[in-house]
């Protein structure tokens, strides 16, 4: 026979909810961060682009060389004075001819794109892209109309559209924003849980039982059910009910009624007269029924006789 152990204390089971309630934090971490470092980003890698465009004076051209083939942006930077003085709002770009290192046009696409950028006191917009097939140098030729102003700014290219740098700003503002949403929604929703399965069950309303005294049986409270037995068993069957006796009860064989007490003998005593009959009640006459008594003023018929004479011949008047 193996010996008995005694079993650990009981563990409560693990509250739901911790998990979401991490999930929920890590997301609302990590839009916070992910966010921040998307916008630092987007504005460092917008700066340092617009930074690093080749430039030419817009109003008399020159020439830029280009090492990387591929598509390239072609921006007008206004001056300060141009963006002063010009009363719509934006600053007209000039007419460009871009040749290439082989003396021959290279087609300037205008695809209307308004790109635009403010930077370091850098008015740019844009004018359109072209593309570089060969390494070497270009010349940007400015085509001015007889009459016409003359620009002050800068034609500015670079392999890189601004939209790129911005792209990276907004994704961190809305993208860093929803995940913090998220994460706060899954917070809430994991707190409620956890609350709820750390109640006990039936809530904390109203009192139970008592508790069983000492050298109760276990399962004390509970209600009795069918009695169980090993295969084949089967409960016996309960006896028949008779009615209890009627009348005295009997006792052993051999026993008998203890006799009612006697009567004292002490000196002296004696048993109370008995008591004399009650008179009977005098017989009352029936009852008549009730009739108002006559008037005494009210003549009556046939008329009363008059009073006899006195003795004294003495009439009263």
């Known amino acids: 026979m193996e010996p008995m152990t005694s079993a650990g204390p009981m563990t409560q089971p693990k509250p739901k909810g911790t998990v979401g309630i991490v999930i929920g934090a890590v997301l609302v971490i990590a839009g916070i961060v992910g966010g921040i470092a998307l916008v630092a980003g987007g504005a460092v890698n917008l700066t340092k682009n617009v930074a690093d465009y080749q430039r030419v004076s817009a109003a008399s051209g020159g020439t830029m060389t280009f090492d990387s083939t591929g598509k390239h942006y072609l921006f007008y930077e206004a ?3 141009e963006v002063a003085n010009d009363p719509r709002g934006y600053v007209v770009a000039p ?5 290439g290192p082989d003396q021959q046009a290279v087609q300037l696409e205008y695809s209307g794109s308004r790109t635009t950028y403010d930077l370091n006191g850098r008015h740019g917009r844009s ?6 097939t060969a390494p070497g140098t270009y010349t940007f030729r400015i085509v001015q109309a007889e009459g016409g102003n003359v620009h002050s700014g800068e034609l500015a290219v670079g392999t890189t559209n601004p939209n790129g740098s911005i792209g990276s700003i907004l994704g961190g503002v809305f993208g860093g924003g929803l995940l913090v949403v998220v994460g706060i929604v899954v917070i809430i929703v994991s707190a409620v849980r956890r609350g709820k399965s750390r109640r006990p069950p039936g809530g904390y309303g109203g009192y139970g039982a008592y508790p069983p005294g000492p050298g109760a049986l276990p399962g004390w409270g509970a209600q009795p059910g069918p009695a169980t037995g090993p295969p084949g068993w089967a409960p016996p069957a309960p006896a028949p009910w008779s009615p209890p006796p009627t ?8 026993w008998a009624p203890a006799p009612a007490p006697a009567p004292s003998s002490a000196p002296g005593w004696a048993a109370p007269p ?5 008179p009977p009640l005098p017989e009352q006459p ?4 009730w009739a108002p008594a006559p008037d005494a003023s009210a003549p009556t018929w046939p008329p009363r006789p008059p009073d006899a004479p006195s003795p004294g011949g003495e009439t009263s008047s």
């Open 95 to 99: 007419a460009v001819v871009i040749v």
């Open 127 to 132: 004018m359109g892209h072209f593309d570089v």
């Open 79 to 81: 001056s300060a004075v």
């Open 286 to 289: 029936p009852l008549q029924p």
């Open 274 to 278: 008995p008591l004399p009959p009650l």
């Open 247 to 254: 009348g005295s009860p009997a006792g052993p064989p051999g």
